[in-house]
């Protein structure tokens, strides 16, 4: 079983919105933090939100109004809403998790803007 499994990429028209959520395996216990990553091709990876057990959040700048983190922690799952989205918001979006044990990161998924 896949320790993160992320889903609701696609290919969207700018300006519209999508969903992206991850879900973390059972066998990954306490979970403290969970957050979306994404990575443009040529471009590193950088940090788009992250929320804590508890509900504390934090974004990007370049997405802070835009997009919302929200967690079901019983479910194990974190999700993004995704809005007014822009072509340079295309990337590879990846779903990240920490616990007491290490961190954990899903496989990505593919989040297209077309002008």
């Known amino acids: 079983q896949v320790p993160l499994v992320e889903s609701g990429g696609g290919l969207v028209q700018g300006g519209g919105s999508l969903r992206l959520s991850c879900v973390a395996s059972?066998?990954?216990?306490?979970?403290?933090?969970m957050a979306w990553y994404r990575q443009a091709p040529g471009k590193q990876r950088e940090s788009v939100a992250g929320?804590?057990?508890?509900?504390?959040?934090n974004y990007a700048d370049s997405v802070q109004g835009r997009f919302i983190i929200s967690r079901d922690s019983a479910k194990n799952t974190v999700y993004l809403q995704m809005n007014s989205l822009k072509p340079e918001d295309t990337a590879v979006y990846y779903c990240f998790a920490y616990n007491y044990r290490g961190d954990y990161w899903g496989q990505g998924t593919q989040v297209t803007v077309s002008s």
């Open positions: 059972g066998s990954i216990f306490s979970i403290s933090t």
């Open positions: 929320i804590t057990r508890s509900g504390r959040t």
